[in-house]
T-cell receptor
Framework: KAGVTQTPRYLIKTRGQQVTLSCSPI?????VSWYQQTPGQGLQFLFE???????NKGNFPGRFSGRQFSNSRSEMNVSTLELGDSALYLC??????????????FGSGTQLSVL | AQSVTQPDIHITVSEGASLELRCNYS??????LFWYVQSPGQGLQLLLK??????LVQGIKGFEAEFKRSQSSFNLRKPSVHWSDAAEYFC???????????FGTGTLLAVQP
């Protein structure tokens, strides 16, 4: 079974641009979560989706948005990029709705650099 | 406020030595606790998790962790470290009807030959 797939692996953008990151969960997994990882900050929760519905959102500005499709694939979008958005963006999937009952399966991430 | 603290940013141990990584948490309800490991260029892999029951939890790769409610701690241990254990380790807490986890800032483990 293929793991969580994130594309692209690397991205370089300039300030003010927008970017879309993609995440394909493990086949059969219905829940997708997104995290931002930066040195010194660790992982910060962005949002989670289950059955195309956003169930929870972290403390990020409205420039960060996401969605989930009927096949459980998810995308996140960052508009008007800022230098501080440079980070590794990780996607994780679980079969059901609650990580407390299951473990998160993480992708390798998309490394975004904003110049 | 919910939070996880990993007080050690960087730890170096000799191969074959024992290891303890510290984790303290603050959580309003009964916590669900996790340890994840991240190797360079990779995503995170779950080492072990605690939900309830026996406070000493066994995980993969010979790791174990002990939940101490009185100290709000969930420290990770391994009796004998291997060079392949060099990685970054993250403690996380969650709970309730959500997949949201709160992660610590991580501890980077280096293993000396």
């Amino acid at each position: 079974k293929a793991g969580v797939t994130q594309t692209p692996r690397y991205l370089i953008k300039t300030r003010g641009q927008q970017v879309t990151l993609s995440c394909s969960p493990i086949s059969g997994h219905r829940s997708v979560s997104w995290y931002q990882q930066t040195p010194g900050q660790g992982l910060q929760f962005l949002f989670e989706y289950f059955s195309e519905t956003q169930r929870n959102k972290g403390n990020f500005p409205g420039r960060f948005s996401g969605r989930q499709f009927s096949n459980s694939r998810s995308e996140m979008n960052v508009s008007t990029l800022e230098l501080g958005d440079s980070a590794l963006y990780l996607c994780a999937s679980t079969p059901g709705a609650f990580a407390t009952n299951e473990k998160l399966f993480f992708g390798s991430g998309t490394q975004l650099s904003v110049l | 406020a919910q939070s996880v603290t990993q007080p050690d940013i960087h730890i170096t141990v000799s191969e074959g030595a024992s290891l303890e990584l510290r984790c303290n948490y603050s959580y309003g309800a009964t916590p669900y606790l996790f340890w994840y490991v991240q190797s360079p260029g990779q995503g995170l892999q779950l080492l072990l998790k605690y939900f309830s029951g026996d406070t000493l939890v066994q995980g993969i790769k010979g790791f174990e962790a002990e939940f101490k409610r009185s100290q709000s701690s969930f420290n990770l241990r391994k009796p004998s470290v291997h060079w392949s254990d060099a990685a970054e380790y993250f403690c996380a807490v969650g709970g309730g009807a959500t997949n949201k986890l709160i992660f610590g800032t991580g501890t980077l483990l280096a293993v000396q030959p």
